[in-house]
């Protein structure tokens, strides 16, 4: 029996995160070398073989934007879902991560120590952010079978939340393993369980052309 194969694939770079600023439910473009990696993304399912057989994103235009060209050569019409977008980080979006911690310094902590303590001015907490992530990959999965391929273009802190659903480990050890821009993680679905196959996957964008360096931000 094929078993299902599930892409986990955090959006490309925007100038946002060249700033190393907190992005949440706002709203940010890809630069140029978003699109770049979004079309090395593509060009690394053409190449490969796989036919994808349904492409999920969230709606924030950073995801979206990264999803379409992919979608475009599978002939697919992306669903946007937008329990996919990331935490909703309330006062703190559009804050630099230094200025956070100097602005808000105990809040952050508490942010930092603990999955339950939600972000000031209307933002979500770690415990937040899984249980909605969540709700969407279980009607993802639910809607697919052994043999299909699905594509996710999410955010950085979804997949995190989603890597310790999967492999049952804690959420403050999720939040340790580095996402970058662009990146894919890779399942395999075998007797109900997810098995990890890539992780922080940027192969496309070393080996993808033009000699550009994959963002680290």
């Known amino acids: 029996m094929c078993e299902m194969k599930l892409y986990l694939i955090r959006h490309g770079e925007t100038d946002w995160n060249k700033s190393n600023l907190v992005q949440g439910w706002s709203e940010s473009d890809l630069n140029a070398n978003g699109q770049w990696q979004a079309e090395m993304l593509a060009k690394r399912f053409q190449q490969s073989g796989e036919r994808l057989t349904a492409v999920y994103t969230s709606p924030l235009r950073r995801a979206l934007q990264t999803a379409m060209p992919t979608a475009e050569m599978a002939g697919i019409r992306p669903v946007e879902d937008p329990d996919l977008r990331e935490m909703r980080c309330g006062a703190w979006e559009g804050l630099n991560f230094d200025e956070l911690k100097v602005i808000h310094p105990e809040a952050f902590q508490a942010w930092a120590d603990s999955a339950e303590n939600r972000i000031l001015g209307g933002g979500e907490s770690i415990r937040d952010l899984l249980e909605r992530a969540v709700g969407s990959l279980g009607r993802i999965v639910g809607a697919h079978?052994?043999?299909?391929?699905?594509?996710?273009?999410?955010?950085?802190?979804?997949?995190?939340?989603?890597?310790?659903?999967?492999l049952g480990v804690d959420l403050q050890i999720a939040r340790r393993c580095n996402q970058d821009n662009a990146s894919i993680n890779f399942f395999h679905r075998r007797l109900g369980i997810f098995l990890l196959v890539r992780w922080n996957d940027i192969s496309h964008l070393i080996c993808g052309g033009n000699g550009r360096q994959p963002s680290r931000s």
Do not use: K, N, P
Not at 146 to 166: E, K, M, N, P, Y
């Open 145 to 166: 079978e052994d043999g299909d391929s699905v594509a996710v273009f999410t955010h950085g802190g979804v997949i995190r939340v989603l890597l310790a659903h999967l």
